[in-house]
């Protein structure tokens, strides 16, 4: 069916490093990719989007590219700090954009 | 504006008991969706609305109902609660799939 695989499940890096996170869809029509994070005991919330017709994204540390011939997407996060500490999800629109279907989330853990 | 609430913040049933989940919004958006959030599972589409008096289902419909009488309002039905219902349910709310998702505070069920 069509669904959002996301990788990795966990991530650890130190503070200071960079952090990748990768999903990947399988409708072809999808068109909006958003990222979201979501801290302990709370709600998720925007952090990025890409529509189909951008290849990349940047707001201040954080990225998101897109390849549609792969059918896949990356949120890069630089010079990580450790208020990034929280879990990320990837979702993408599916179905003539009518649903929203997020991928399993990534722990992501900054070490001082 | 009080963007997007649901009622209860926390709730305790008994196998085969039903109840309903409040979400009300008032950002008159159109597009209005339910999640369940279970570890390891992410966020999972149960229904969603594109509004008033149209509703379709998610990844996960079976043992839930939904109606959209109002822009405001989309209540999600237990009919007869089971252990596998144990989740956090999240409502959102956004003008369309393929924008910004407003989520609620969340509602965490517990079904005994």
């Known amino acids: 069916g069509e669904n959002v695989e996301q990788h990795p499940s966990t991530l650890s890096v130190q503070e200071g490093d960079s952090a990748v996170i990768k999903c990947t869809y399988s409708d072809s029509a999808s068109n909006y990719f958003p990222w979201y994070k979501q801290e302990l005991g709370k709600r998720p919330q925007l952090i990025i989007d890409i529509r189909s017709n951008v290849g990349e994204k940047k707001d201040q540390r954080i990225a998101v590219t897109l390849n549609k011939t792969a059918k896949h997407f990356s949120l890069h996060i630089t010079e990580t700090q450790p208020e990034d500490s929280a879990v990320y999800f990837c979702a993408s629109t599916i179905q003539g954009a009518q649903k929203l279907v997020f991928g399993q989330g990534t722990r992501l853990t900054i070490n001082p | ?112």
């Open chain 2, 1 to 112: 504006n009080a963007g997007v609430t649901q009622t209860p913040k926390f709730q305790v049933l008994k196998t085969g008991q039903s109840m309903t989940l409040q979400c009300a919004q008032d950002m008159n958006h159109e597009y209005m969706s339910w999640y369940r959030q279970d570890p390891g599972m992410g966020l999972r589409l149960i229904h969603y609305s594109v509004g008033a008096g149209i509703t379709d289902q998610g990844e996960v419909p079976n043992g839930y109902n939904v109606s959209r009488s109002t822009t405001e309002d989309f209540p999600l039905r237990l009919l007869s609660a089971a252990p596998s219902q144990t989740s956090v349910y999240f409502c959102a709310s956004s003008f369309s799939a393929a924008y910004e998702q407003y989520f609620g505070p969340g509602t965490r069920l517990t079904v005994t």
